[in-house]
């Protein structure tokens, strides 16, 4: 099976800019989380989406946002960037995160640095 | 709430020792414990899980961890080092059901380095 792929790989915005990035989970997997990754705070939770519905949200601003298709596919959202955001943006992909022994898979990342 | 602590950022073992990366979770229900790792400009690969079975978890790459609920720890240890072990481990927990607050939650990790 091919594993979670992310897209771009990296990115470089400005501040006051939008961005969009994208997550392909494993096939037949329905949970996609996404997690942030900066040398400061380390790996911080995003939000999980399940069969296309918002399940756990963590603690970051309304600029963050994402939704997930019918395909299971997730894309992430970040409106009006501010050079804080500059960050190892990292998905992961699962059955049915919190299910029994499921366990998350993780894509290679996308960098996006923030000028 | 969960949280994990992992005392010191940086280890440093010889080629063929001993490693020990400490973990401490805090956790208000039985908890699913990780350890992951991460190689430069790459994501995280698991290494092994504890998912409330044995409390000896052994994984990939000859790595092992066990959970000790009365010490609240989960370290993770290999024999013997190899080079190719240099990279960041992060321990993580999680609460066993799905929903709100079904999250991993990570530990700040620790950069693993082996002298030859």
């Known amino acids: 099976k091919a594993g979670v792929t992310q897209t771009p790989r990296y990115l470089i915005k400005t501040r006051g800019q939008q961005v969009t990035l994208s997550c392909s989970p494993i096939s037949g997997h329905r949970s996609v989380s996404w997690y942030q990754q900066t040398p400061g705070q380390g790996l911080q939770f995003l939000f999980e989406y399940f069969s296309e519905t918002q399940r756990n949200k963590g603690n970051f601003p309304g600029r963050f946002s994402g939704r997930q298709f019918s395909n299971s596919r997730s894309e992430m959202n970040v409106s009006t960037l501010e050079l804080g955001d500059s960050a190892l943006y990292l998905c992961?992909?699962?059955?049915?995160?919190?299910?029994?022994?499921?366990?998350?898979?993780f894509g290679p990342g996308t960098r996006l640095t923030v000028l | 709430a969960q949280s994990v602590t992992q005392l010191g950022s940086h280890v440093s073992v010889s080629e063929g020792a001993l490693v020990l990366l400490r973990c401490n979770y805090s956790s208000s229900v039985p908890p699913y414990l990780f350890w992951y790792v991460q190689y430069p400009n790459q994501g995280l690969q698991l290494l092994l899980k504890y998912t409330s079975a044995a409390t000896l978890v052994k994984g990939i790459n000859g790595f092992e961890a066990e959970f000790k609920k009365s010490e609240t720890s989960f370290h993770l240890t290999k024999p013997s080092a190899h080079m190719s072990d240099a990279a960041e481990y992060f321990c993580?927990?999680?609460?066993?059901?799905?929903?709100?607050?079904?999250?991993?939650?990570f530990g700040k990790g620790i950069t693993l380095s082996v002298r030859p």
């Open positions: 993580a927990v999680s609460p066993p059901y799905t929903g709100a607050n079904s999250k991993l939650t």
């Open positions: 992961a992909s699962s059955l049915n995160w919190g299910q029994n022994t499921d366990t998350q898979y």
